[in-house]
């Protein structure tokens, strides 16, 4: 038994993986060809993507929104995690990335249960929110400063008992360096604060890849 988290060696992060990773091939060849990129690091762990789908089944999620899609690996998980007539809406501002991530869905036999959408994405939500569109589901792993303002348009289109994932919350442990005082450490830090106090949502904080939370909206007053 242990009263806090384990601490993660280099070898007991691998055992995690041995003994529970069921990543698929296009899954795999994904991910490896986006290490190999400048940018590699913004991608989320395997084991993180794992859980996320699974909290897709066990949600009986069947529309998701995702906030950054990079080259598409979460995207990938996700949609493999939904029914048949399931749907992601992918929101991004890159064409450079997505095309490798549009590559992938289509290997993967997703491509159809997947809209992707590139510009702004405050602008893409506002219109759904207008339109009363309505998600089970969102995740969030976009631009830090304006997380609040993304979980604050995702709390308006979920529906209520609905989930949202925000990932980097833990930001490399900088959170806690008070020596960092960076932009983007600071509108995590807000952020989470702001999650705290938020009486119109169930709260957890799980330490997977770089931190990921979990806010499930309770009731309508959200809207």
Same mark, same amino acid.
């Given at each position: 038994? $242990? ?7 280099? +070898? ?64 990938? $998980?996700?949609?493999? $995690? ?53 998600? +089970?589901?969102?995740?969030? +792993? ?55 106090? +938020?009486?119109?949502?169930?709260? $957890? ?19």
């Amino acid at each position: 038994m $242990a009263n806090r988290t384990i601490s993660l060696t280099d +070898d007991l992060h691998q055992y995690i993986l041995d003994v529970s990773q069921r990543e698929t091939d296009i899954q795999r060849r994904l991910r490896e060809e986006t290490l190999r990129l400048e940018m590699g690091k913004m991608q989320i762990a395997p084991e993180q993507a794992q859980f996320m789908a699974l909290l897709v089944k066990l949600t009986g999620a069947q529309r998701i929104l995702e906030i950054g899609t990079f080259t598409g690996y979460s995207a990938l $998980a996700l949609a493999q $995690a939904l029914p048949e007539k399931g749907h992601l809406l992918a929101c991004d501002i890159s064409e450079e990335w997505t095309a490798i991530a549009k590559h992938y869905w289509q290997k993967a036999g997703v491509a159809q249960k997947i809209d992707l959408k590139i510009g702004p994405a405050l602008n893409t939500v506002n219109v759904l929110i207008d339109k009363g569109m309505r998600y +089970d589901m969102a995740f969030i +792993d976009a631009d830090k400063e304006n997380y609040i303002a993304y979980y604050e348009a995702c709390l308006k289109l979920l529906r209520p008992g609905g989930l949202i994932l925000v990932d980097n919350v833990l930001w490399g442990g900088s959170v806690i360096d008070e020596t960092d005082q960076s932009s983007d450490t600071l509108a995590i830090r807000r952020f989470n604060l702001h999650l705290k106090n +938020d009486t119109r949502i169930d709260l $957890a904080l799980t330490p997977i890849g770089d931190g990921l939370s979990m806010a499930r909206k309770l009731d309508e007053q959200a809207d």
